[in-house]
């Protein structure tokens, strides 16, 4: 056996420095969490910036319906990769996915972690990664939370739009003193808008609190199921910027094929504002 052993392995040694000179084509299939549309986006030339680290040296071609062709330079060295997207990733139908292939050898097919990644892999690693990344695709962190704070005492009011800032402290000031009254602990702090007509919108100021009151004609008081979770995304600076978030939000929702829970409100950390221009902190929850 010993010998046998012995006479096997120059042969062994043979076999892997062949097979660095056998060539074998490799097809892969990754399953991307997002939409087609989104995938399609990315690959747009003006958004390669976005995801690839190589993005000036690196050109991208749709050559056909959902097919595409980038290539890139490396010391004088031409790099291609063709890639096709997938309505389904193998067996999971609920997400897309991107086929691709890529030349390499059978050594490295043996041992793939002994090669360096390849041209193709990085580019498809670093397209995946933006696609599923909040943050990155969205321009905002944005997750799904169990609603922290359920229990709420509201007050509306339907105000003109350059009525809203001076409205504010006073109906947080209200609803704070009313808390009070009725020996509520205040847990966070919230607003909900609503556009109505002629330059005018609808306001509901809230405040979580720890237990179940009886409201009336003007503090009204709301309570989400328990267990309820939320599409939650957060943002920090102007007021009147805060908008992209919202924008973020519902192609967020219409992504992942989510309905809104509850009315849109903002869970702020930062004072209320008191103009346009004052830098807020907010938890926008839907």
């Avoid at 897309?96 to 360096?116: A, C, Q, W």
Wanted: glycine share 4%.
């Amino acid at each position: 056996m010993k010998k046998l052993l012995l006479a096997l392995i120059p042969l062994a040694i043979l076999f892997l420095i062949v097979s660095f000179f056998i060539p074998v084509k490799l097809i892969n299939q990754l399953p991307v969490v997002t939409t087609i549309p989104n995938i399609q986006t990315a690959l747009q030339p003006q958004n390669l910036a976005k995801w690839a680290a190589a993005a000036k040296k690196t050109r991208v071609t749709q050559v056909a319906y959902l097919q595409y062709a980038l290539t890139s330079s490396d010391n004088d060295r031409m790099l291609s990769l063709g890639l096709l997207i997938t309505p389904t990733a193998g067996k999971d139908p609920s997400h897309p996915g991107i086929v691709y292939s890529r030349y390499t050898n059978l050594f490295y097919k043996l041992f793939p972690f002994l090669e360096k990644p390849s041209f193709e892999t990085t580019t498809i690693t670093e397209l995946k990664s933006y696609l599923e990344d909040n943050r990155r695709f969205y321009g905002f962190p944005i997750d799904i939370k169990p609603a922290a704070d359920t229990l709420f005492l509201t007050k509306k009011l339907d105000l003109p739009g350059a009525a809203l800032f001076t409205n504010l402290p006073v109906m947080q000031r209200e609803l704070e003193l009313f808390a009070k009254q009725n020996n509520c602990r205040i847990l966070a702090k919230n607003i909900s808008f609503s556009l109505l007509d002629h330059d005018s919108l609808s306001v509901m100021v809230g405040l979580n609190i720890d237990k179940v009151i009886a409201g009336d004609y003007i503090y009204n008081f709301r309570q989400l199921p328990s267990r309820v979770a939320l599409a939650t995304g957060r943002y920090t600076g102007p007021f009147r910027d805060r908008t992209a978030l919202y924008q973020a939000m519902e192609k967020y929702l219409l992504d992942h094929h989510l309905a809104k829970r509850a009315l849109p409100y903002e869970t702020y950390t930062s004072p209320f504002p008191v103009s346009d221009t004052s830098t807020i902190d907010i938890a926008l929850s839907c």
